[in-house]
Structures are given as structure tokens and as C-alpha cells.
């Protein structure tokens, strides 16, 4: 199954596919007229498309509702990440956590960070490409970069939330130990959250965490946060 990405299909009786969905279509795939393709609105429709013009800049079809997954996963996990300088392995960490299975995911500007701006829109392309490519039927959610301090100052309402760091002048547990199906976790910067932040975090109600006893690249803790989520949420 190969799948497009359209989120304002919903309740259309005749949809013009994005430009560059159009094109991928018609243009890579040669799609024509009376052929049926397979769309997602990433809120959890799968539908059955008929292609009725098939123009390259705007392939018109005519959709249709087939399923509806009214759960996005069986766990809400949310990864705030702030992005390393190689933008990169931020883009990889992205793609591979698609793939496994995230909820949401915010970027940070902390006091150690390195890389102090990101292409939203050029990340959005990374996690959207992964939901196709995974089959997945929901496109999980992104949120711009922010400070730290402003990002811990929200209200998480009841979400249980941990800070992931290496100082061990902190009482830290391991993430395996505490972790449930629902979950925050805070991944520092190639230097590590700086200890007025780590103070901060747990003034806010969050729960300092290890990963292991190997000190682990961010975009590689981030990734491993997100299996150990996925993984005991389904035992």
C-alpha cells in the first residue's frame, strides 16, 4: 500500500490532491483516470480515492470514507527535544520515532543548545514522509521551538512527566522503573541540561530520570525514551 497525505480531505464529495502529492502521483507513479488510490487524513481516515482528472499540478479524485481509527496509539508519548547542531541526526531521531510510534513532539532552546533555530516546515516533511512510509493513520503532532522555561510553565494537567540528564549530583531512577503508558520526557542538548534547569524541572513536578549507564547521543536517547514507552505499553 502506498499512501498520500491529504489532512482537509474530510467530508469532500471531489478533493484536488496537494501540488506535490499531485505530481508524485501522476507524474512518478502515472496514475491515470479510474484508477483508486489510498489516502490518509492523519487523523485517523483511510480512504479510497478515484482519480477523475489526472493533471499533473492538481490530480483531482473522488474520495471515500473506508476506515476510521479513532485512537491515534495505545499510549501518549511526547518527547521535548532540543535539537542538536547536527540538524540531521534531530531529522533521523524524527523519522525513527514516527516509524515506532509517538504522540507528540516539542523542540526546546535551552541554556547548553547548540542549534538555536529549526525549519519547522522541513521537519513536518520528515515526519509526514515516515507516516506514509509506515502506514500509519496519524500524523503525530509538532510544536515550535521554545525556550525551556516557557515549555515547563505549561499546564501539563495529570501527564506524568520526567527530565532525562547525566548529573549525578541529582537522585535519578531508571526511565524503565517509573514510566506508563502516558509520558513527558525532556531530552537535553549535546551538553546536557544545565543544573538551574534540572532544579527548575523538578520545582515543576518532574521526575529526574537515567537511561542506562551509557551516556547516549540526544537524538539517541530521545529514540530510546520513545521504544521503552512503546515497548511496556504493550506487554
Not at 501522476?26 to 487524513?41: A, C, F, M, Y
Not at 509517538?102 to 543548545?113: A, G, N, Q, R, T
Request: with cysteine; charged share 25%.
Amino acid at each position: 500500500m502506498r499512501l498520500f497525505y491529504c489532512p482537509d480531505i474530510e467530508d469532500k464529495v471531489v478533493y484536488t490532491l496537494p501540488k506535490e502529492e499531485s505530481g508524485h502521483c501522476v507524474r512518478v507513479l502515472r496514475k491515470k483516470n479510474g484508477d483508486t488510490i489510498d489516502v490518509i487524513d492523519g487523523k485517523g481516515g483511510l480512504y479510497k480515492a478515484t482519480i477523475i482528472d489526472n493533471s499533473s499540478n492538481k490530480c483531482v479524485v473522488q474520495p471515500l470514507l473506508v476506515k476510521k481509527v479513532e485512537s491515534q496509539l495505545p499510549y501518549n508519548c511526547h518527547i521535548a527535544i532540543a535539537p542538536t547542531k547536527n540538524i540531521d541526526r534531530v531529522e533521523w531521531f524524527l523519522e525513527k520515532a514516527t516509524e515506532i510510534g509517538i504522540s507528540e513532539v516539542s523542540f526546546l532552546l535551552c541554556d547548553h543548545s547548540e542549534r538555536k533555530v529549526i525549519k519547522f516546515e522541513r521537519a513536518e516533511k520528515v515526519v509526514i514522509s515516515a507516516v506514509k512510509q509506515s502506514l500509519k493513520m496519524y500524523v503525530p503532532k509538532l510544536h515550535d521551538l521554545s525556550s525551556f522555561k516557557d515549555f515547563i510553565n505549561q499546564d501539563f494537567g495529570d501527564m506524568p512527566r520526567y527530565i532525562a540528564h547525566c548529573d549525578d549530583s541529582f537522585e535519578r531512577v531508571p526511565l524503565k522503573s517509573v514510566v506508563g503508558a502516558d509520558s513527558l520526557i525532556l531530552i537535553g542538548p549535546e551538553g546536557d541540561f544545565s543544573p538551574e534547569e534540572v532544579k527548575l524541572a523538578l520545582q515543576k513536578g518532574f521526575i529526574s530520570i537515567s537511561l542506562g549507564d551509557s551516556r547516549l547521543r540526544t537524538e539517541t536517547a530521545a529514540l530510546y525514551a520513545v521504544s521503552i514507552v512503546s515497548i511496556l505499553s504493550s506487554i
